[in-house]
């Protein structure tokens, strides 16, 4: 399986790991179960009752947004570098 | 271009730093930008902008002063509650700064007003509140070509990035799905006034570094600023072919809309309020406000020269902007809102038939 990094903004970082973490994953689903493995509040937020990425934030790979991609199918090669960020609309 | 002593004083402090000089006033004063919604982000950021002497500034917003404003708009006091923003920014503006021109638009953007608002300058930066409209200003910029400096803010968070038509990841590239039903506003969850005074410093350094040496740090890059960790975060981000404004295959999403058209916003003072978007922007003549007056015997609260505010039917606070926009406080539905704006629109229609 390809070795990818996860990104978080410090306002999301889990308490004892870092900012970036490495993990093995094939497709983004495997990124995001596994973040929410670790923080099981953030899975209402993240997904909708269909498994879906919900748009309260925004997935980037390498810097694409993954909705623009695939989506939660969207493959990861080596060293992808996924990104998670809340949207903001405020002003 | 020639700089009056008085100016050269006024801008002396900034003329002396390197990033700006002479050659950057100059640059200054010559932009064009355009700011749309002063609210928390564009308060500050216009004051900034006219002060450091950014030649033309148009300011474009379709509502009233409000109280819950005042603990982070600082362009606008108690006394101005009930005039239109962009009628009160204006005369700040002008007051700070008498060697600028201001421009005060007090237009209902959307798809049908946003390439106007964004046509004829060098830049357009986001004083919004919502991602509806700021799909409407992304379009508009993609299609007339100028660069749109995105930012938002929320709670003790917020966002920037420059969007540059042709070269950079467009707004939709950013946040392909956002739709604004699945976000949190500052009326439920709060903003703290020193993240938007933050944001705002960064659109005021961003876009006067732009307009003096075209360059931005925030370009192909998200800036995430959170207060809570004091950390500011870059993302790298970069245009998607798929996406549906600046990619290959562009949707537009163009559904024939019907005008006048009801938006039912937060409620003000817990009372549901509704705003009115005439579509095109009208013009109704100045002697509009003081015929509603007399002839609708209305209990005038706020007389201004850009917007109305009035009692009307006992219960119902109505402003009634120029550009035919209206703030209906107090309606008991969408249909009730409509139905009280055709009223007066009609009959200030049928009395300027009559030559008033
Ligand atoms: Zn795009």
Same mark, same amino acid.
Do not use: Q
């Given at each position: 399986m390809p070795l990818v990094?996860?990104?978080?903004p410090r306002a999301l970082a889990i308490p004892g790991h870092s900012k970036e973490i490495m993990m093995e994953a094939s497709m983004l689903k495997d990124v995001i179960d596994a973040l929410i493995s670790i923080r099981p509040e953030l899975g209402s937020k993240l997904l909708?009752?269909?498994?879906r990425l919900r748009s309260i934030f925004s997935v980037y790979i390498n810097g694409r947004n993954a909705e623009l991609l695939n989506g939660m199918e969207t493959e990861l090669r080596d060293n992808d570098e996924i990104s998670i960020i809340p949207s903001v609309a405020g002003g | 271009m020639e700089f009056s002593d008085e100016e050269i004083e006024l801008y002396s402090r900034q003329i002396v730093l390197p990033e700006i000089g002479i050659g950057g006033q100059e640059e200054l004063k010559k932009a064009r930008v355009a700011v749309i919604g002063i609210g928390g982000l564009g308060c500050s950021t216009v004051v900034s902008l006219a002060a450091m002497g950014v030649g033309y500034i148009r300011i474009v917003d379709r509502d009233v002063v409000e109280k819950s404003n005042l603990h982070r708009q600082h362009l606008y006091s108690y006394k101005d509650i009930g005039y239109p923003k962009v009628e009160v920014a204006a005369k700040r503006l002008k007051e700070l700064n008498p060697y600028i021109e201001v421009d005060p638009l007090p237009i209902y953007v959307d798809e049908t007003t946003a390439r106007d608002v964004v046509s004829g300058v060098d830049m357009v930066i986001d004083g919004l509140d919502n991602i509806t409209t700021r799909r409407a200003i992304n379009r508009a910029c993609l299609e007339v070509r100028t660069p749109y400096l995105f930012s938002a803010a929320i709670q003790t968070y917020g966002v920037a990035s420059l969007i540059i038509?042709?070269?950079?990841? /467009? !707004?939709? /590239? !950013? #946040?392909?799905?956002?739709?604004?039903e699945d976000l949190p506003t500052c009326s439920v969850i709060g903003v703290h006034p020193a993240i938007l005074q933050l944001i705002s410093a960064i659109q005021v350094s961003e876009a006067t570094n732009y307009l003096i040496h075209s360059s931005s740090i925030l370009q192909d890059k998200l800036l995430f600023c959170d207060l809570k960790s004091l950390s500011m975060e870059f993302i790298p981000v970069k245009r998607v072919s798929g996406c549906p404004a600046c990619g290959e295959k562009m949707k537009i999403r163009e559904e024939a809309k019907k005008y006048p058209m009801v938006e039912e916003v937060c409620e003000r003072e817990g009372v549901a309020t509704f705003i009115i978007n005439p579509g095109k922007s009208m013009k109704l003549p100045p002697e509009v406000f003081s015929h509603i007056i007399r002839e609708h015997k209305v209990e005038p609260i706020i007389l201004g020269e850009l917007g109305l505010t009035f009692r #009307?039917?006992?219960n119902l606070k109505i402003s009634l902007l120029k550009s035919g926009i209206a703030i209906i406080e107090g309606a008991s539905s969408r249909e009730q809102a409509l139905e009280i704006y055709k009223n007066i629109i009609a009959t200030?229609? !049928?009395d300027c038939e009559k030559g008033m």
């Open positions: 990094k996860l990104v978080l909708d009752s269909n498994g | 038509p042709g070269e950079t990841a /467009c !707004l939709e /590239c !950013l #946040y392909a799905n956002v739709v604004d #009307y039917g006992g200030i229609r !049928l």
